[in-house]
């Protein structure tokens, strides 16, 4: 799909926070055009509600409300319970999911998962739901409103998102798709 204005595309996923035995998910709704956070929420659980947070914030943030939208994610169960499937509905959003359960199909929600959790949330010990909420919201919005990003031509998502002009810059490889590797 060629991606070439905001609120062309949304792209959702959530990830864990913190360690492996302890965590708390961080559920997020980014634009996959500008790179902007739209929406998240952070839980302590992997059930429906942080994802459904994360859309009804993003929703409620929506400036082009006039134009067509999808919304792509990775088939899990927080993606496609009804209460999810009818906010898209109710929003006419058309949902998007990926066929299997392969990362690189929903590679800009993973990037920016990456980022996030690499630049910004670099917690050492264990933080309060309430601090994380708190560290992920100071990490959004430098991340939106300072961080530039080479794909938006060094603009910064916010940037980005205010405009329709910019051609974003894609690194997907010509015939990527043949170049899978087969397993031996």
């Known amino acids: 799909m060629n991606v070439d204005r905001p609120e062309q595309l949304w792209v959702s996923d959530i990830t864990y926070l913190e360690n492996r035995k302890e965590p708390c998910y961080l559920a997020l709704v980014t634009d996959a055009y500008s790179k902007t ?36 994610s990775d088939r899990g169960l927080q993606y496609c319970c009804d209460e999810y499937q009818q906010t898209l509905n109710k929003n006419k959003i058309t949902c998007s999911m990926t066929e299997s359960y392969d990362p690189y199909r929903n590679a800009v929600a993973e990037r920016v998962n990456g ?70």
Do not use: W
């Open 115 to 184: 980022i996030l959790k690499q630049e910004f949330i670099t917690v050492k010990e264990r933080v309060s739901i309430s601090g994380m909420k708190k560290i992920v919201s100071e990490s959004v919005n430098i991340y939106n409103n300072i961080r530039t990003h080479s794909s938006c031509f060094m603009n910064t998502p916010a940037q980005m998102h205010k405009q329709r002009k910019i051609k974003i810059r894609t690194y997907k490889r010509k015939n990527s798709s043949q170049n899978e590797l087969a397993a031996i």
């Open 37 to 72: 956070i739209v929406g998240y929420d952070v839980s302590d659980s992997l059930g429906m509600d942080g994802g459904i947070k994360a859309l009804k914030m993003a929703i409620s943030k929506r400036k082009y409300k006039k134009e067509i939208l999808i919304h792509h």
